[in-house]
């Protein structure tokens, strides 16, 4: 690891855990280089200071903010700093009123925007990862959410039977009952994102939670349709702004 990254990485300490659909990390925020994950993220800082940096290069203190998907930002954290990041996938239900809040919160490229979406979570209370259902709800069920359509529901569902080879989209269309442009079409509806984006997501919460059963880097990316360890390290910097070495040695599997 580069000792730039090495400076970085050392200042993230906690517990993240993870479950379909969903990466959190609850401790010490270091901070991370440009990047733009394809989930929903959710930041509530409970102690110090931490810069949220926009694609624009407008910066501001940030106590509590809802990025969305797709939107390159830059974290930067002072000694001390504590708090609480979720990574949402697109079709988790919270992620989906998180987005709701965006929409009418403002630009959604906007850092003060992210910061507007999440008032509603500038005072709740986190002592831990088991406060993060808690995080979630005071979301709420943002007016305007509503259910996928059934072909997009079932094209969802056949991920897992399909996430260790290519997964392409046609395969997808053709287990929907749908043509393929149609299926893209809905992923950037209804997901906010385009398939190819939303799919390198997908992997790397798939190869994270192989590596919570023990497999080594290798065998998770192999096990996540990845071409090898040096992908998975690409599309790690891109979504987190850290290795996925780092970022794994924080997820202990849950109890």
């Known amino acids: ?13 906690g517990t993240a855990t993870a479950a379909p659909g969903l990466l959190a990390f609850t401790g010490a925020i270091g901070s991370a280089e440009p990047h733009a994950h394809a989930a ?4 509530l800082v409970l102690d110090g200071e931490v810069m949220l940096t926009d694609r624009h290069g407008h910066q501001r203190r940030t106590e509590a903010a809802i990025i969305p998907a797709g939107v390159r930002h830059e974290l930067r954290a002072a000694p001390g700093a504590h708090g609480l990041l979720a990574y949402l996938d697109p079709a988790h239900p919270a992620a989906r009123a998180a987005g709701a809040r965006i929409a009418t919160a403002g630009d959604a490229d906007i850092v003060s925007t992210w910061q507007v979406a999440a008032r509603p979570l500038a005072t709740a209370a986190v002592t831990g990862p088991a406060a993060l259902p808690g995080v979630l709800c005071s979301i709420g069920p ?3 959410t509503r259910g996928f359509p059934t072909v997009l529901s079932r094209a969802l569902e056949a991920v897992p039977q399909l996430i260790d080879g290519p997964l392409l989209l046609g395969e997808l269309a053709a287990r929907a009952g ?9 992923f950037a509806e209804h997901l906010q994102l385009p398939f190819p984006a939303w799919r390198r997501w997908a992997r790397l919460l798939h190869a994270i939670e192989a590596v919570r059963g023990g497999a080594t880097l290798t065998e998770a990316a192999h096990g996540a349709g990845f071409a090898d360890s040096s992908h998975l390290t690409r599309v790690c910097h891109e979504m987190f702004g850290l290795a996925p070495s780092h970022l794994v040695h924080l997820v202990r599997p849950t109890a």
């Not at 929903?40 to 930041?43: D, K, M, Y």
């Open 142 to 144: 943002a007016a305007g």
């Open 178 to 186: 749908v043509s393929a442009s149609r299926l893209g079409h809905l």
């Open 1 to 13: 690891m580069p000792r730039g990254e090495q400076a970085q990485a050392a200042r993230w300490a």
């Open 40 to 43: 929903v993220q959710i930041l």
